[in-house]
């Protein structure tokens, strides 16, 4: 049978992690919806999980299909990244609106995934591969992916961001 | 590692989730239905108790010594691992044990969850819980009021795994000589309770 902690145990371990993917991924203004979505989503799938192996790299991946719909949304609305919150959101958010960050967001999904997990927090490529759904060489190649297109428009970046 | 990769590890981000969204964590998954076991944590005289409910009722009452991580990831596999920290649900149970420990209530009107326990078991936590305030009966007596009256050890045994002490009064449950027996939450904590009552042992 399968024995799955408390689900509280399981969000108390990785919220933080879990709230800063997002926080990197789709910047301030969705994080914290984005962040709920992702927990009452994690919440209503729990118990039909076959085994409590990867519980991280799993939050992570709903937490990507989060992410997605909020990068389509966006698209949809042909609104670009620049809707920005209030001043209080800000101070909060040190370097979540950098310029580095919005290049970042405007990768391709799995790209922005992986080089997010990988670079921003430090995910191994064991558990990188299982959020990602892939192997991990295709988790390699990804990420490699995304910081050769980061490279590609790091002018871009430096510049505004010393502006 | 290069230059942008080691940017892309400065980048600052937030410490966290603010409390307000994981405060709204909880409430929506309790308005749409997905926490089936909901816990807090209560001080008491006896040290900080663990109180849990299913959408039906209280269902479980721990303390420290039971270790209370233990006694989650209990009802993880028995009841649903679908728990989460929603005080919410535990208001009633806390103002009620509150109240009893203040000497301003002498019995509980909650609504109970014994889906922990079955058959004889559960006979003699019914048994029990019938047991008025400042009452004691002896593991023979219960025994035979859950219809066994040679089945003291199974009483004792049933006393011990009761899910909700205090609540429901295995405390007032003592040996026939007088004894203290034995108890879920430690012997100085019947004692305690006892002595709460107006007994002494």
Same mark, same amino acid.
């Given at each position: 049978?399968?024995?799955?902690?408390?689900?509280?145990?399981?969000?108390?371990?990785?919220?933080?992690?879990?709230?800063?993917?997002?926080?990197?991924?789709?910047?301030?203004?969705?994080?914290?919806?984005?962040?709920?979505?992702?927990?009452?989503?994690?919440?209503?799938?729990?118990?039909?999980?076959?085994?409590?192996?990867?519980?991280?790299?799993?939050?992570?991946?709903?937490?990507?299909?989060?992410?997605?719909?909020?990068?389509?949304?966006?698209?949809?609305?042909?609104?670009?990244?620049?809707?920005?919150?209030?001043?209080?959101?800000?101070?909060?958010?040190?370097?979540?609106?950098?310029?580095?960050?919005?290049?970042?967001?405007? +990768?391709?999904?799995?790209?922005? &995934? @992986?080089?997010?997990?990988?670079?921003?927090?430090? =995910?191994?490529?064991? #558990?990188? *591969? $299982?959020? +990602?759904?892939?192997?991990?060489? &295709? @988790?390699?190649?990804?990420?490699?992916?995304?910081? =050769?297109?980061?490279? #590609?428009? *790091? $002018?871009?970046?430096?510049?505004?961001?010393?502006? | 590692?290069?230059?942008?990769?080691?940017?892309?590890?400065?980048?600052?981000?937030?410490?966290?989730?603010?409390?307000?969204?994981?405060?709204?964590?909880?409430?929506?998954?309790?308005?749409?239905?997905?926490?089936?076991?909901?816990?807090?944590?209560?001080?008491?005289?006896?040290?900080?108790?663990?109180?849990?409910?299913?959408?039906?009722?209280?269902?479980?009452?721990?303390?420290?010594?039971?270790?209370?991580?233990?006694?989650?990831?209990?009802?993880?596999?028995?009841?649903?691992?679908?728990?989460?920290?929603?005080?919410?649900?535990?208001?009633?149970?806390?103002?009620?044990?509150?109240?009893?420990?203040?000497?301003?209530?002498?019995?509980?009107?909650?609504?109970?969850?014994?889906?922990?326990?079955?058959?004889?078991?559960?006979?003699?936590?019914?048994?029990?819980?019938?047991?008025?305030?400042?009452?004691?009966?002896?593991?023979?007596?219960?025994?035979?009021?859950?219809?066994?009256?040679?089945?003291?050890?199974?009483?004792?045994?049933?006393?011990?795994?009761?899910?909700?002490?205090?609540?429901?009064?295995?405390?007032?449950?003592?040996?026939?000589?007088?004894?203290?027996?034995?108890?879920?939450?430690?012997?100085?904590?019947?004692?305690?309770?006892?002595?709460?009552?107006?007994?002494?042992?």
């Amino acid at each position: 049978m399968t024995v799955l902690p408390p689900f509280q145990a399981v969000l108390d371990e990785h919220r933080v992690d879990v709230y800063r993917y997002l926080a990197a991924s789709v910047g301030p203004v969705d994080a914290d919806d984005c962040f709920q979505e992702t927990c009452l989503a994690a919440l209503r799938a729990y118990p039909r999980l076959r085994h409590a192996r990867h519980l991280r790299a799993w939050l992570f991946r709903i937490a990507e299909c989060k992410a997605i719909d909020v990068h389509r949304g966006r698209a949809r609305r042909e609104l670009p990244t620049d809707d920005l919150p209030d001043r209080g959101a800000e101070e909060a958010w040190p370097d979540s609106q950098s310029a580095l960050f919005e290049q970042v967001r405007l +990768l391709p999904d799995k790209q922005r &995934a @992986a080089v997010v997990l990988r670079c921003v927090l430090d =995910t191994p490529y064991s #558990e990188l *591969a $299982h959020a +990602l759904d892939c192997s991990e060489p &295709a @988790a390699r190649r990804s990420v490699h992916e995304g910081l =050769t297109k980061l490279r #590609e428009g *790091a $002018h871009r970046w430096t510049t505004s961001s010393t502006s | 590692m290069d230059d942008l990769e080691h940017e892309l590890k400065a980048q600052r981000l937030p410490s966290g989730p603010p409390h307000d969204t994981l405060a709204g964590v909880t409430e929506r998954a309790e308005r749409e239905g997905l926490v089936d076991v909901a816990y807090t944590t209560v001080d008491s005289p006896m040290g900080e108790l663990l109180l849990a409910a299913t959408p039906i009722g209280l269902a479980r009452v721990a303390y420290p010594i039971n270790g209370h991580d233990a006694v989650l990831a209990d009802l993880a596999r028995r009841l649903s691992p679908r728990v989460l920290e929603a005080p919410a649900r535990l208001d009633r149970a806390r103002r009620e044990l509150d109240e009893y420990f203040e000497g301003r209530r002498r019995e509980f009107e909650l609504t109970l969850d014994l889906s922990l326990t079955k058959g004889f078991s559960r006979r003699v936590l019914d048994a029990t819980a019938a047991i008025g305030f400042g009452e004691q009966l002896s593991y023979r007596d219960v025994a035979r009021a859950a219809g066994s009256e040679r089945a003291v050890r199974a009483a004792g045994n049933a006393l011990g795994a009761n899910p909700v002490p205090v609540v429901v009064p295995c405390h007032r449950v003592l040996r026939s000589g007088g004894g203290l027996g034995g108890y879920t939450g430690g012997l100085d904590n019947k004692r305690f309770l006892l002595g709460l009552e107006g007994l002494t042992v």
